[in-house]
T-cell receptor
Framework: DTEVTQTPKHLVMGMTNKKSLKCEQH?????MYWYKQKAKKPPELMFV???????INESVPSRFSPECPNSSLLNLHLHALQPEDSALYLC??????????????FGPGTRLTVL | GENVEQHPSTLSVQEGDSAVIKCTYS??????FPWYKQELGKRPQLIID?????GEKKDQRIAVTLNKTAKHFSLHITETQPEDSAVYFC??????????????FGRGTQLTVWP
């Protein structure tokens, strides 16, 4: 398996809802990433997990809560989001986080709309 | 941190012509430079990358050049086809320090190839 998968593909939620985004890879990668991407903008890094431990948090609001249950899975828990949080949420993985030249592979993303 | 500038923001070419997208970076410790292609509604896909110990790399119609002294790198697409139309992002990865492994993206170039 040489892909990063994400579910769901689309998500619509109200500002009081709680939902979760899921990401999975079976390439043996030990680094996993969450990005947020607005239309026609580059991906913005949110979190980096290395060996299932959070290594980078880019000052993301606490309404976004990441979780890495094991080396293949990455979740992003959402609570009390704002309409401006509507975006494409991309998961990515690479062999290692600490190696500068590891290729980073992106999942297809979850298109999130907050009403 | 690293700062990556990308130009132009939009580029229109006739089918069969060449397209060139240029990026500059600020941190001399950056040592890995990937290029991603993102079609509308799809994930960013790695199309080519170059490491700092190499000056040029080619893969069929796509080539990347790196000038470490001037801190710039470029993507060259020859014999463009309508399916090359997409947003292209350059990125740089720093090879040391607390941000080791993190990708810094350019702002993107919307390439349109007219038939």
């Amino acid at each position: 398996d040489t892909e990063v998968t994400q579910t769901p593909k689309h998500l619509v939620m109200g500002m009081t809802n709680k939902k979760s985004l899921k990401c999975e890879q079976h390439m043996g990668h030990r680094a996993m990433y969450w990005y947020k991407q607005k239309a026609k903008k580059p991906p913005e890094l949110m979190f980096v997990y290395s060996y299932e431990k959070l290594s980078i948090n880019e000052s993301v609001p606490s309404r976004f809560s990441p979780e890495c249950p094991n080396s293949s899975l990455l979740n992003l828990h959402l609570h009390a989001l704002q309409p401006e949080d509507s975006a494409l949420y991309l998961c990515a993985s690479s062999l290692l986080a600490g190696q500068a030249n590891n290729e980073q592979f992106f999942g297809p993303g979850t298109r999130l709309t907050v009403l | 941190g690293e700062n990556v500038e990308q130009h132009p923001s939009t580029l229109s070419v006739q089918e069969g012509d060449s397209a060139v997208i240029k990026c500059t970076y600020s941190d001399s410790a950056s040592n890995y430079f990937p290029w991603y292609k993102q079609e509308l509604g799809k994930r960013p896909q790695l199309i080519i990358d170059i490491r700092s110990n190499v000056g040029e790399k080619k893969d069929q119609r796509i080539a990347v050049t790196l000038n470490k002294t001037a801190k710039h790198f470029s993507l060259h697409i020859t014999e463009t086809q309508p399916e090359d139309s997409a947003v292209y992002f350059c990125a740089a990865r720093v090879g040391r320090g607390s941000t080791l492994g993190r990708l810094y993206f350019g702002r993107g170039t919307q390439l349109t190839v007219w038939p």
